[in-house]
């Protein structure tokens, strides 16, 4: 069998299960059972595939026929540019994602006197990481619920950043001590009923990375009530939800004090990041 006619094989099944992205998931798959990158496998195309990593590759199928995530199976996921260990303790990294690091990066550039910053329900840390890679004169410190997440998120301080920043096990806010120029979140922001359809179709992500509140936006509500309290003047709150969500959120921010509300859109057009100055 060679290379294309393995992309074909790979394709062809991932379609039938109705996956997404079929051909991209099987050139991803492939590539990985041959340890090339993606760009090298099209220049591939005739050469025949050797058996075992046709077998390899076999199994890779196997698994995201199952329903598990490419990025699972690989054990890493691109964001910003960077490679990030993820396992199914943790949420996969989104594209959308980095438009709340965009954001954050927009603001810290036009405010040098923002030095403080902490990034809540952290998870992999690809927020609070990406960030301090960008700007390595901030101090940035990091917290979830999860100790899993804490695992995959010093994980992954050492292995981007060399070193691991300051971590705290907290709900939201609860058990972080200091006040901060910045806080950022992308916090779980599913409804019970999307968290219940997509459990029921055997999404393989933690749960406790998914589900926001009965209606999907209350952790989001809770944070920016806790955030008055830890943000100094002037301080910026940024939070990622659902487009939906936006306008209660944004009278939330109105009504809990917050000036300069700002939302922005990420690539596909939809709203995604809500940002308040306190």
């Known amino acids: 069998?060679?290379?294309?006619?393995?992309?074909?094989?790979?394709?062809?099944?991932?379609?039938?299960?109705?996956?997404?992205?079929?051909?991209?998931?099987?050139?991803?798959?492939?590539?990985?059972?041959?340890?090339?990158?993606?760009?090298?496998?099209?220049?591939?195309?005739?050469?025949?595939?050797?058996?075992?990593?046709f077998n390899i590759f076999r199994e890779l199928l196997e698994k995201?026929?199952?329903?598990?995530?490419?990025?699972?199976?690989?054990?890493?996921?691109?964001?910003?540019?960077m490679e990030f260990y993820v396992d199914e303790r943790v949420l996969v990294p989104r594209p959308e994602t980095e438009t709340l690091v965009e954001t954050a990066l927009e603001i810290l550039s036009q405010k040098p006197w923002m030095l403080k910053m902490h990034d809540v329900c952290t998870g992999t840390g690809c927020i609070a990481i990406t960030v301090k890679k960008s700007r390595g004169d901030i101090h940035i410190s990091a917290s979830d619920i999860s100790p899993d997440a804490e695992r995959v998120f010093k994980l992954n301080c050492r292995n981007i950043l060399g070193e691991v920043l300051p971590f705290y096990k907290s709900d939201l806010l609860t058990e972080v001590p200091g006040s901060f120029d910045m806080i950022i979140a992308n916090p779980p922001y599913l409804?019970?009923?999307?968290?219940?359809?997509?459990?029921?179709?055997?999404?393989?992500?933690?749960?406790?990375?998914?589900?926001?509140?009965?209606?999907?936006?209350?952790?989001?509500?809770?944070?920016?009530?806790?955030?008055?309290?830890?943000?100094?003047?002037?301080?910026?709150?940024?939070?990622?939800?659902?487009?939906?969500?936006?306008?209660?959120?944004?009278?939330?921010?109105?009504?809990?004090?917050?000036?300069?509300?700002?939302?922005?859109?990420?690539?596909?057009?939809?709203?995604?990041?809500?940002?308040?100055?306190?």
């Open 1 to 53: 069998m060679t290379v294309r006619d393995a992309l074909q094989y790979g394709s062809s099944l991932l379609k039938v299960k109705q996956i997404d992205t079929p051909f991209l998931d099987t050139v991803v798959l492939l590539a990985y059972a041959l340890s090339i990158p993606k760009e090298k496998l099209y220049a591939s195309y005739p050469e025949q595939l050797p058996e075992k990593s």
């Open 191 to 278: 409804s019970k009923g999307e968290v219940s359809d997509m459990k029921n179709a055997g999404w393989p992500e933690p749960e406790i990375a998914l589900f926001g509140g009965e209606e999907g936006y209350e952790l989001s509500e809770r944070l920016i009530r806790q955030g008055v309290d830890y943000l100094n003047e002037d301080g910026y709150l940024l939070i990622e939800a659902s487009a939906s969500q936006m306008p209660v959120l944004e009278s939330i921010f109105k009504q809990t004090g917050y000036y300069d509300i700002e939302i922005k859109k990420d690539l596909a057009g939809r709203d995604r990041v809500i940002a308040g100055r306190r």
């Open 64 to 81: 995201r026929l199952s329903g598990l995530p490419v990025s699972y199976i690989r054990k890493k996921k691109e964001f910003f540019g």
